[in-house]
């Protein structure tokens, strides 16, 4: 049962994600402390790179976006130790190491379905190794 602080923080997620000009995948984060926002970014590429997501190919799309987490974690322009961040898609390794460096104290994130494991399962296990080694506190919200 997710606590209506946590349904909110994770409606949000999803609200900044379809902001995401992205044609495949849209993602959001949300950071906040002690139930206010903090932070909030989307997948896309960076201010003034005109977005030629339907033009560039699948490579230079990867080599250009910046993740949500990533935009998130930028846009704070703080100290986040005593922060959580709440995707609407468990973090990459790459954001992982960036959430762990920035000191981001818990990741929630929805469990992923099985279509997004069969795609993603090894990176997902390399992130969850990371942020427990890290102590970073892994929540995984049952959403309905």
């Not at 923080?9 to 900044?16: D, K, S």
């Not at 984060?29 to 909030?40: D, F, G, P, Q």
């Not at 995707?87 to 790459?94: G, Q, R, S």
């Not at 469990?111 to 080694?133: A, C, H, T």
């Amino acid at each position: 049962m997710m606590t209506k602080w946590a349904t909110r923080f994770l409606q949000m997620a999803e609200l900044v994600a379809s902001w995401s000009k992205d044609p495949s995948t849209r993602v959001g984060a949300v950071i906040t402390e002690n139930n206010r926002i903090v932070s909030l970014g989307f997948n896309g590429y960076p201010h003034g790179i005109s977005d030629s997501a339907e033009t560039d190919n699948r490579e230079m799309k990867l080599l250009k976006t910046l993740h949500a987490e990533e935009n998130a974690i930028l846009h704070a322009k703080r100290d986040l130790s005593s922060c959580e961040i709440w995707v609407t898609h468990f973090p990459c390794p790459n954001c992982a190491a960036k959430i762990i460096q920035t000191g981001l104290r818990a990741v929630h994130s929805p469990k992923p379905n099985e279509d997004f494991l069969s795609r993603w399962g090894d990176k997902i296990k390399v992130s969850q190794d990371m942020f427990e080694q890290a102590g970073v506190q892994v929540d995984w919200m049952q959403v309905d």
